[in-house]
């Protein structure tokens, strides 16, 4: 049975969605990340590799083999020429794995697509690639596409660069407005005593152990947005301010993609995706009645599909020649 | 010959200076960086041990025979009584350690000093342990005390949550805004020009790879801080606005401190230490002024010695009972 694989490769995990020709899903995959910048070329294909065995077996509970003829591969990082070389090279070397399943490849090199993460989540958020992702987790990313297939995107520049918005930012401007306040800069807030309770902090001091020494990464950062959130939720004035900066910087970035690649007058479906805007104090409410002021016929979504079935669709798109 | 020792331990160098007990100095000595927290306690220790070596040494060429009676140790990162207690057993090792030269050590328990590196900047840069030292290079830190010994130390949390108006944060600021101007957001800015001419850039997308890819840490990054600055000096206005918001940071933390253990209307040396200063955009005037708007009979001065001969004076002072 002719099948089509979607893949989602992440920092944390690898989805795989495996469909037929009429995007039905017949079978769903997980394995662990698959960045292959951070974790070697090889590690990432085995991840990958895993993801799709996975998705397979589940499929094979219903149809009796597969032949898989188009794959769409998004990536996390995955944007210039000698990353789009790597990932085909792991195609190839997919196609020619041995298994002991019903598998076989069929893959036109045009049936082969290769994107970053964004697309796929615009492509799964709206169901067509046509639209704005507001992507705000650890990190985040907005991104574009319009009918015309001009595409534009923003930020995405990481936890240094950039990433304005994000869980992570929000965790360190929460802790960062904690340690003014602690050391007399700043004014009160009760993230000060947030933080310290959630950390098991005798002293606003070891913040510092914990950040610096632990060997926390931004991750491990980003997941103290919740606090934030929480401290803002519960009126905390100096909280809320670095919600709003974050409401402000995700409003700027999403309006810079409405301005370059669509009418203001124009109907258009901006999807949220991430974990930011699932907190407790209003962010996504705040950010929506922000763009609706100023592009008043946008519609904002939640996500209709995940990313890896968005990349199934892209897949579906190239085998009928319509990307 | 009765000898002390001032020791200004670094996260780039180590620097030792040898003293009679008239503050003369004798000798001076070199070595790598000797922040145990990051490199190791027995590395630490060798490279402190090195530029005590070093400073031996030269001093022997004007005397026979040192016997040290008081020390210094001004160290990067240390002020938490668990690094007290390293360090001494660190001092503890280098009294045992046999040495070829004509060394002793004759050392009361109250004749060891070990104290934080913004102390014993204080101390150099002004010559006494009395005024505030504004700390600007990598990271940043205010430190104060006044003449009832009380102290006070805002900032200082380091290059995730803190060092506002460092050169680590003055570089980042940079990074972020080029890129705001590159991919729409922000208003355009010689930054991006000038990044990408310095670090050899293609397309400003490459800066990715150089910050995150290459190993690149926080000293690597914060030598970026003079591109900042030359684009200010020649008329930028978004270099200029992330000069300002380094100089109100700065000046904050200089009130702050002020304010906490000074009066308003006192004499106050002020010693300003650190790259930061060194720019050509006018950073230290502006900084100088705001301050001086703020407490008229403030003095902002450059450092008169440097924190190695501090951290000799500071021993110095424990030797007379005087600390």
Redesign the interface.
Known sequence: MNCILGIDGGGSKTICIIMDDAAKILGRGEAGASNY?SMGIEAAQSQIQSAIHQATITALNHINNINIIAICLGLAGV??PEDMEVIKAIVSKLQNSKDILPITWELQPSHIVICHDALIALMGGVGDAVGIVVAAGTGSIVFGRNHQRET????G??Y???DEGSGYKIA?AG??AA??AY???GKPTSLVENLQQHLGLERM?N??EV???KGWGVKE?AALAPIVDQAASEGDKIANSIIDEAIKELV??TS?VM??IFDSNQVVEIVSTGSIWLGKCGLRERFVNSIIDQYPLVNVIYPRYEPAYGAGLLALKALSGNW
């Open positions: 910048q944007s210039r534009k995107r923003v930020g520049w990481g240094i660069l950039g360190v802790m960062q340690l003014k050391d007399g800069r001091e913040l510092i950040i610096y020494r950062i700027i970035a810079t301005d370059h």
